[in-house]
């Protein structure tokens, strides 16, 4: 792990000694959109933006699914970068970066903003014809695949619809940083305090998803909307990395009735588990974080059948 420094890699991610043994999130910095306002230098056309993603990365994971369920794969190409990330980075494969040749992301990032330094993150959303980032936060990326693009694709559906979108900012609120984040605060804090904080936050918002799940179908209205899918991604690696790898073992997902059934429905979207790749997943993270695992053993399982019918059928 690491960031950009003075234009030089540095082989460091974070400082927890800056902030009590807790795991802080750095902003994303590219935040441009694309749009069909006249004056939007990113305007909407197809073959124009190319997405680089990790599969382990449950943030560019939900590019991934919005890319396939807004029907995107022929107007968004994409690259997927090793699952192991080691001292210089997301690292692309023998083949390199299909656009520049370019070993590392972080060279993208150098030539898209040569003074730019902090965390090299992916999602990248790039833009081929102006040879720049047009976004590299995730919930944006989603929102920008939600609309921007419909009218060259032809599909409406909407999973930020205006009349729901209070009740998703709520739900996101608490699950970004309990669940999202909050897997990450726990797997990576440096102090016992920082640790039980970030433990008892996550186990509180699951057992509050456990209980909301279980007198409602979605988290958000009735049909699936961006609140679900931001969730899911946290999810679906929760029993294969977070329990073991994160420390955050109080229970399994699986032990969550209404939890584990909602995950296998939103799993079985059709389309959703071509986006999931557990095995890359477990590679990413139990070899890239040394510091966590310093034999780099990567653990035979969890056995998880997500294709295991769910009972969501039943009237809320």
Known sequence: MGLLVDGQWVD???DTK?????????????????????DNEFQPEAGRYHLYVSLACPWAHRTLIFRKLKQL????????VKAEMMENGWEFGDDGDPLFGF?????????????????????ILWDKKTNTIVNNESVEI??????????????????????LREEIEEVNERVYHTVNNGVYKAG???????????????????DWLEEKLSKQRYLAGNSLTEADWRLFTTLIRFDAVYHGHFKCNR?????????SNYVRELY????????????????????????????????????????????????Y
């Open 12 to 14: 460091k991610w974070y």
């Open 18 to 38: 800056k902030s009590g043994g807790k795991f802080v999130r750095q902003d994303s910095r590219f935040r441009s959109v694309i749009s069909n306002d006249a």
């Open 73 to 80: 794969e022929d107007v968004i190409s994409v690259s997927v």
């Open 103 to 123: 070993d590392y992301a972080y060279q993208l990032y150098l030539k898209a903003d040569s003074s730019y330094e902090g965390r090299v993150t992916v999602p």
């Open 142 to 163: 989603i929102r920008i695949f939600n609309s921007a693009f419909n009218e060259l694709t032809g599909n409406y559906d909407d999973y930020y619809p205006e009349s």
């Open 188 to 206: 990576f804090a440096t102090t016992q305090e920082a640790y039980n904080e970030a433990y008892k936050e996550l186990f509180d918002s699951l």
């Open 251 to 259: 229970h399994k997902l699986s032990e969550f009735e209404n939890i």
């Open 268 to 315: 079985q979207v059709p389309g959703v588990k071509e986006t999931v790749d557990l095995e890359y997943s477990k590679r990413h993270y139990y070899i890239s974080h040394t510091s966590i695992n310093p034999t780099q053993v990567v653990p035979l399982g969890p056995e998880t059948d997500f294709d295991e019918p769910h009972n969501r059928d039943r009237a």
